[in-house]
Structure formats: C-alpha cells, structure tokens
C-alpha cells in the first residue's frame, strides 16, 4: 500500500525517517510535567503538577511569513524554526504567562528527512531558549499544494500565569516608564517589504551589511526574550508588555494602553542596527512609516512604574539584558509619539 501512496507523491517511509531524526531534538525540550513520548495521537500536559493556584492558560498561534522564502531559497532551513517559536511565545509571554509547550506544523511539497530535521532542530532550540517543551506537532507531505522544494511551518504555544498576575495594560498610568529590548535584526515581520527591496536593486546576498553578509543580516532569526523578562514578571512590577511585531512601534505599543493615554517615544535613545539604515537607503522609504513596519531594533517592551524604573533594569542587567529607557505614558489623545527621528 505504501507504493502506491509513494506513486501518488507521498513517501510514508520519508516521513518515518523524519520522525526518527527528530527525536533527539524533541528530546532537549522535556519537562517533567509532559506526558509520554513523541508519536501519539495527542500530547499531553500535566498542569497538576505546576506551582499554581489558579493558572490562566494563554495560547498563541502564528507562522513566520515570507521570510521563509528567503531561507528557501538560501537553502538555510536551521533557524527558521527559532522565528516559529518566538513569534508565538514573545505573544503570550506579555500577559506574564511562561511557556509551557509548543506544537508545530510543517506542511512540505516533498518530505526530505534531512531538511525536516534541520527545521525542527531549530523548532527545539527556539524551546529550549524558552524553557518549553515541543510535546508535538504534524508533517504533512502535500506535492499538489506548494511547489518542488517549499513549505510552510507554523506552530502553537501555551503558557500559564496565575489569575491575580494576568497582565492586561489595566495598571498602566500617565508616569509610567517604557523600557525597550534589543532585537536581533529584522525578526519575522516585513519580509515581502525587505524581499522586494533585495529584488527591485539587485541586491547579491554575499554583500554585505556592516560586517556582515546580506543573507546572515537578512536570516537572523527572531529573539526570545522569556529568558529576560522571567524575573521581571515574578517580581510584579510590570504594568504591561509587549511584542513588536507587524506594525511596528506605532501599531504594537498602543494595543496595551488604556484610553485616554498616550505613549511618548524618543528613538534617539536606541542604538541604531545597520540593517535598518540600509533598508531606509536602498528602499528609499520614509523614516517614519518604517515604525510602522519594523521594529527598529526594539523586539520586546515592558511598561513600569518610575519608582520600580531602577530595579527592573537591575533585574534585565543579571538576566544579561540591557534596558533601554525609550520614553514615557502621558495622557494624550494621540496613542503614540514618535521623537528623535
């Protein structure tokens, strides 16, 4: 029966392999509370054994978009499952949830053992820089749905948090200090933007971007902060969160603030990355609207009170992370303000 299967494009056995090669990738990001192993029909998680008195479950669900034509194309398939993982995990980590497992979905015009286990060996190292558990997920071989040699992945996370910390912006209040963590580079939002910009100048990937080539510039994958904010967000100072994603800044930011408040950025205080200044020159776009599509070297944004400004940079600074005090709430009407173009 299997022939026949492969006759009408899917190789069972292919898909074996892959499964087999994956295991001692899946294998790094156990936690005590997961359930049997890789291959069930389900995956289970074992809540009753969280420190928890009234956990919320938070979940999230997302892809990496047209990034992952780029590193199709490069044939560079083992960070790709990092920015999978970090586009759903960096979400629900700002309601003050931490990750508990993830669940990915690979979907391929042919399955090649080989490049299926590089992307989930970066699906497992974006969980194990996150501290869950990739409990499952499904590989789909679908020749008559996406072309020689492509695919997509996307994947699902679930984090917890108890009810009384469930952060929802509500405490945030004029006064309030914004602090900002440093991206990687681009993460995964504004690709079809960046390829087009790579396309329209002819733009070769062995050039290069400061002291790097266009391809690793371009590639990088998203960072995940879980690691940074943990001890923020058990020591209950935080106000609000958040993920810059699509949208950038001018979308991202307000989404968090209450009405009536405003949040007032000064861009003069975050240390410029290379990659951004060489999208404004060769795509010739407006400073601003790019706040409106990148995240400028800013990934990730907690929200907090002047007088706790001093401890949480403490805390970031033992995580190894640098804070980066890039504004203030005020009451306003406009949602936000962008100075130091």
């Given at each position: 029966m299997s022939e026949a299967y492969k006759s009408s494009g899917v190789d069972i056995h292919a898909g074996y392999e892959s499964v087999e090669r994956m295991k001692k990738h899946v294998a790094r990001t156990m936690r005590q509370e997961v359930l049997g192993g890789l291959g069930g029909f389900g995956a289970a998680f074992d809540l009753s054994q969280l420190n928890m008195k009234a956990p919320v479950l938070v979940s999230g669900t997302d892809?990496?978009?047209?990034?992952?034509?780029?590193a199709i194309d490069a044939d560079r398939h083992d960070t790709i499952g990092i920015d999978a993982v970090a586009m759903c995990v960096n979400d629900i980590l700002t309601t003050?949830?931490?990750?508990?497992y993830f669940l990915d979905y690979l979907a391929l015009n042919k399955v090649d053992p080989a490049i299926v286990e590089q992307i989930v060996k970066g699906v497992a190292e974006g969980c194990v820089q996150s501290e869950c558990a990739l409990i499952g997920g499904e590989t789909a071989e679908m020749g008559d749905m996406y072309h020689a040699g492509d695919y997509d992945i996307a994947?699902?996370?679930?984090?917890?948090?108890?009810?009384?910390?469930?952060?929802?912006?509500?405490?945030?209040?004029?006064?309030?200090?914004?602090?900002?963590?440093?991206?990687?580079?681009i993460h995964s939002n504004g690709y079809s933007l960046v390829r087009k910009?790579?396309?329209?100048?002819?733009?070769?990937?062995?050039?290069?971007?400061?002291?790097?080539?266009?391809?690793d510039t371009v590639i990088e994958p998203t960072r995940l902060y879980v690691k940074a904010v943990k001890a923020v967000i058990q020591s209950k100072k935080v106000h609000g969160m958040c993920h810059i994603?699509?949208?950038?800044?001018?979308?991202?930011?307000?989404?968090?603030?209450?009405?009536?408040?405003?949040?007032?950025?000064?861009?003069?205080?975050?240390?410029?990355?290379?990659?951004?200044?060489?999208?404004?020159?060769?795509?010739?776009?407006?400073?601003?609207e790019m706040y409106n599509v990148f995240n400028m070297g800013i990934g990730f944004v907690i929200i907090t009170a002047q007088e706790d400004k001093a401890a949480v940079l403490e805390m970031l600074q033992a995580a190894g992370e640098e804070g980066i005090v890039m504004g203030t709430i005020a009451a306003h009407q406009d949602p936000i303000t962008i100075t130091g173009l």
């Open positions: 892809g990496v978009g047209t990034k992952l034509r780029l003050g949830a931490l990750p508990l994947g699902f996370a679930v984090g917890a948090v108890e009810k009384e910390d469930y952060i929802t912006g509500e405490k945030i209040q004029a006064g309030d200090v914004i602090i900002g963590l440093q991206s990687s580079g910009i790579i396309r329209d100048n002819n733009i070769d990937l062995e050039s290069r971007i400061g002291d790097r080539t266009v391809l994603t699509g949208g950038g800044f001018i979308e991202n930011i307000p989404r968090v603030l209450p009405a009536g408040l405003s949040a007032q950025i000064d861009v003069s205080a975050i240390p410029e990355q290379p990659v951004f200044r060489w999208l404004e020159e060769q795509g010739q776009l407006d400073r601003l």
